[in-house]
Antibody, heavy 122, light 106 residues
Framework: QVQPVESGGGVVQPGRSLRLSCAAS????????MHWVRQAPGKGLEWVAV????????YYVDSVKGRFTISRDNSKNTLYLQMDSLRTEDTAVYYC???????????????WGLGIPVTVSS | EIVMTQSPATLSVSPGERATLSCWAS??????LAWYQQKPGQAPRLLIY???TRVTGIPDRFSGSGSGTDFSLTISSLQSEDIAVYFC????????FGPGTKVDIK
């Protein structure tokens, strides 16, 4: 069963940091690009960041550039999102998501984690 | 940035009737479009990619069409389990999602 599992969320004050993890299983993790997508309360989906299957390439949505860092450890089948200088507008459920096609870099997603809530509030 | 728009925001359909959801891109995305279904408290589920290719295991009552800037998702005969929010997503450039269409039972 392909089911990434996120962890590390919670409530944090503005300006503080949080690190999300996503443990993957059921597929060859090192063959797929991985993404973070978030959903603010009552809102739609927003793509946040991507990391290539080998970990060499990362891209971010403009609103998190310079504050968030996506990384991966293929030996541990785990994806990370380091979130620094958090803002209230970063409050959302964060999903890790797997690209559909291995190696291909087609940025649509066939498996998503259950999501982890992050609340930024004073 | 490619902006995705969906219409209507809410669609009420009787069981067994056809539901047609629309999605537009602010610029041409060729066929780089995916559709997702999201039920309350659940992660999105991929239904369609390449604008019209159904994912293995998705019922054939779901179909997608379109290219360029105009796309649609059709549910040919609405079932109770299809009640959800449906999002379109372009992947021609860095991904962006539409705001969603909520489908409920009339």
């Amino acid at each position: 069963q392909v089911q990434p599992v996120e962890s590390g969320g919670g409530v944090v004050q503005p300006g503080r940091s949080l690190r999300l993890s996503c443990a993957a299983s059921g597929f060859t993790f090192s063959n797929y690009g991985m993404h973070w997508v978030r959903q603010a309360p009552g809102k739609g989906l927003e793509w946040v960041a991507v990391i290539s299957y080998g970990g060499n390439t990362q891209y971010y949505v403009d609103s998190v550039k310079g504050r968030f860092t996506i990384s991966r450890d293929n030996s541990k089948n785990t994806l990370y999102l380091q979130m620094d200088s958090l803002r209230t507008e970063d409050t959302a459920v964060y999903y890790c998501a797997k690209e559909f096609t291995q190696y291909a870099g087609d940025w649509f997603f066939d498996y998503w984690g259950l999501g982890i809530p992050v609340t930024v509030s004073s | 940035e490619i902006v995705m728009t969906q219409s209507p925001a809410t669609l009420s359909v009787s069981p067994g009737e056809r539901a047609t959801l629309s999605c537009w891109a602010s610029q041409s995305i060729s066929s780089s479009l995916a559709w997702y279904q999201q039920k309350p408290g659940q992660a999105p589920r991929l239904l369609i990619y390449g604008a019209s290719t159904r994912v293995t295991g998705i019922p054939d009552r779901f179909s997608g069409s379109g290219s360029g800037t105009d796309f649609s998702l059709t549910i040919s005969s609405l079932q109770s389990e299809d009640i959800a929010v449906y999002f379109c997503q372009q992947y021609r450039e860095r991904p962006s999602f539409g705001p969603g269409t909520k489908v409920d039972i009339k």
